[in-house]
Structures are given as C-alpha cells and as structure tokens.
C-alpha cells in the first residue's frame, strides 16, 4: 500500500538538520554501577566530586552534536533538579550541599555554548509509592514535568521512555496539554503526541527503507508490542545508543571502538535519521576521558572523511509522474568515493527509489530512500558527472556533495545489544 504524504513541520524538519545528539545518563545508578536501580537506593550515594556539566557539553560539541538530552529522572525515581514532588532527588544529598540542580547546570551549560537543551523523564517510576496508583502519579507526573517545562528555559526534546511502562496507563492528555502550554517547540519522543520516534532498536542502527511517515512505531526494547496510530504520522527516527556497553557509567566498562561508532554514524546519520549518542558521565560528574578521546578520534575520522567537499550543481534534466532524471555536475573531473545526498523535505518525502550513475552508464549504487541525508559509497573512480534517477513523483533533491575518503568500506557492525530486562 502506499504510504500517505504527510507533511513535516518546521520544528520536526530543523530537528532532523541537527542530525546528532548526546544523551547523558547520570543518576544514583552512577555510583552503583547499575542501570536499572531498584528505586531505594539512599540519595546520599549520590556524591560526584568535579561535576562539570561545560565538560559535558564541550565534548558533546566536539562530536558535532547539536543538541543534549539529560536524564532528569530515570526508572529508579531519582531527580536530578529538587523537584517539590519527592524528597528522593538531589536536594536529598551530599553534592553542593543539597542545594545542587543538575538539570539547571546541563541548561545553563547549553546555553553557554549554543547547544539545544531537552530532558528525558521516565513514565516508569520505581521510587514514587504513587506509581502502583495511576491517578495519583499522573498527579506527581504532570507536576514533574511542568517543573521541568517551566523551570529551564527553551526545552528542545522531550524524552518519554516506554520501558518498564508496559501496561501502566497515564493521562498523556493532560501531560500533553502542558508540554503544549509551557514548550509548544520540544520535539515530543516516542509517547502522548510524539512528533519523533524510537528507530526501534538501541544499537543505533536504522533498517533500510528509513520511512519518515508511518502508521505504527515501536514500543521499548523490552516488547514487541508497537503502537498504531489512528493516521499516518510524519515521526522521524532517533537512534539512540550507548557510547559504552551501558546506558550509565560502571567501572567495568569502556567506549566502543572507533569501527563501531563508525558504523553506526553510517547506519543512523547516513540513513538519513538522528543519531543519539549516549556519553555517560562518571562518579566524578565528568565524561571519562577515555570516552572523550574515543569521540575525537571519531570526529577526526568524519572529518578526514568528509572535510573535503565537492559541492555538485544539480540540475533536473526530465521528470514524469513517477520518476525524475538528474544530473550532478562536479565542476570539474575529481577522484570520488562518497557522495552526500539530501532529500527536500518540505513538501513531504518523496524519494521512493534511487539509483546512481556514471557517465559510462555503470550503476555506482542504488536505494530506497534519502531523505534528510543519504550516504552513498562505492569504490573509488575519477568522475564529473554523475547521473541520478529519483523514483517518486515530485521528488526534489536540495545538496549533492562529493567526497574522496580514501575508503568506500563501511564497518560491519559486530555488536548487537541485548534486549533482556537489566537485573
Ligand atoms: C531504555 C531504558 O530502560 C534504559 O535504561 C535507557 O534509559 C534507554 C535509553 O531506554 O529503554
């Protein structure tokens, strides 16, 4: 069946152009090195020594990324800003004398540096005596995130978790109606009205085709159950994934390898949705410097990569209902192996089909999608011109750029995450 054309906002479509985040997981379960903390842990564990929540951002922006994503509370309860609701936040420890705010910190540290703010807020709440009774915590819940919507000027995403919530109902209209009332711009993650979606796996990796209109999207990584829509949404994907082994920090762990990241930076950005990297800050409240490294390292080989653009001049050559013919014209002959292609997208997504040419006629590579942004690579070749077929009717391409990595191998990925429940 065909999918409808539904437009995309101008809010879903400038976040798409963000392309990466970071999300920051940091809580009690730091300091016990868990990711599912029961939920009674004491809140005087939670003691980092140096936070320094500029360090956080400053690496996220070495990465690129143009937005942050903080876990204000995770599953275990624990709120990082002293929240009215519950005695189990930060307000309740040792770190800067109880009168610390996290959430305020990582806020005023994007601010500093021009990085787009948002916050995650588990649904699933395994502190809150309320939870066991929905009415009671759509109370506490509604309030947790006005304060968080009221309290830390412009919030860019909104982060609904549906781990752990399986089953458990919640007054999304009214947690809806205030995120409408306090932050009508915050791109709205996976549950009440979201405006993006979960890519369905926390690998980071997007399945080819990358649909930005869909019917349906996944739930959590802990069912299979999905959840349909009563009409087609435009939900662009979000791949969300872990720097590391984990969501938080534990001493037993480390950064994945630079072929890793590679790959996933391929299969999320290159596929044309939003990569979300998870950095876990330490004990300390700092990024672990290993993990800062790693990041350097990748951002030295995206730049080595792509920092040497050739820019093509578009031109459609002819177009019927169902296709368009395209020409991409390098200026002059250069030594090619990537080519960076960008769907326009304000008239919905079009491109159903692609396919790549050289001048000789030999197909270089072909497709189903490009969307915001495509990553196509073949083996390295001497070219001007390159030809591009688009399959959809009024498909518009906006950017064709060129590259010579010195490499069109694209890393396998070589480790999948489990999906089994933390202990
Ligand atoms: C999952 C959670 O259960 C993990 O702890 C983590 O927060 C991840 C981003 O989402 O579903």
């Not at 919530?165 to 009332?181: K, L, Q, T």
């Not at 990241?261 to 672990?288: E, F, K, Q």
């Not at 002819?318 to 002959?333: I, K, P, V």
């Not at 590579?365 to 077929?389: C, K």
Request: glycine content about 8%; aromatic content about 10%.
């Amino acid at each position: 069946m065909d999918t409808p054309l539904v437009l995309p906002t101008p809010g879903q479509l400038a976040w798409q152009r963000m392309r990466i985040g970071v999300f920051f997981h940091f809580g009690l379960n730091t300091f016990h090195g868990l990711e599912w903390g029961p939920g009674d842990i004491p809140a005087a564990d939670f003691a980092p020594s140096d936070l320094d929540a500029d360090q956080w951002v400053s690496t996220a922006k070495d990465l690129g990324a143009e937005y942050v994503v903080i876990t204000a509370k995770h599953h275990d309860g624990f709120c990082l800003w002293p929240t009215s609701t519950t005695e189990y936040s930060v307000a309740s420890s040792p770190w800067r004398d109880g009168r610390g705010d996290v959430v305020a910190e990582v806020a005023a540290a994007c601010e500093r540096q021009g990085v787009r703010f948002g916050f995650y807020l588990s649904p699933w709440d395994r502190n809150a005596p309320q939870y066991q009774d929905p009415a009671k915590y759509d109370d506490l819940y509604a309030e947790q995130l006005r304060e968080l919507c009221t309290g830390y000027g412009g919030v860019s995403e909104i982060w609904f978790d549906g781990a752990g919530s399986e089953g458990h109902v919640y007054d999304w209209a009214r947690y809806m109606e205030i995120v409408a009332e306090h932050q009508p711009e915050a791109m709205i993650f996976n549950m009440g009205s979201p405006t993006i979606r979960w890519v369905g796996n926390e690998d980071g990796l997007a399945a080819d085709p990358v649909d930005y209109v869909v019917s349906e999207s996944d739930f959590s990584n802990y069912t299979v159950e999905s959840v349909a829509y009563e009409e087609a949404l435009y939900l662009p994907p979000e791949c969300d994934v872990s720097i590391r082994r984990g969501w938080f920090w534990a001493e037993d762990d480390g950064p994945k390898s630079l072929d890793h990241l590679l790959a996933i930076y391929y299969r999320s950005v290159g596929m044309g949705a939003n990569l979300l990297l998870n950095l876990p800050p330490d004990t300390r409240g700092l990024i672990p410097d290993e993990d800062a490294e790693r990041l350097r390292e990748l951002r030295a080989e995206l730049d080595r990569r792509f920092g040497a653009p050739h820019r093509a001049v578009v031109s459609l050559v002819s177009r019927s209902d169902e296709a368009s013919e395209w020409t991409l014209d390098l200026g002059e002959e250069r030594e090619i192996d990537h080519l960076w292609l960008e769907e326009d997208l304000v008239d919905g997504q079009r491109i159903r089909g692609f396919e790549l040419r050289a001048d000789d006629g030999t197909v270089l590579v072909s497709g189903a999608r490009i969307g915001a942004q495509r990553i196509l690579t073949f083996p390295s070749r001497r070219a001007r011109i390159l030809a591009l077929r688009l399959q959809g009717d009024q498909a518009q391409l906006s950017n064709a750029t060129a590259f010579q990595a010195g490499t069109s191998h694209v890393p396998e990925v070589a480790y999948l995450a489990s999906t089994d429940a933390p202990a």
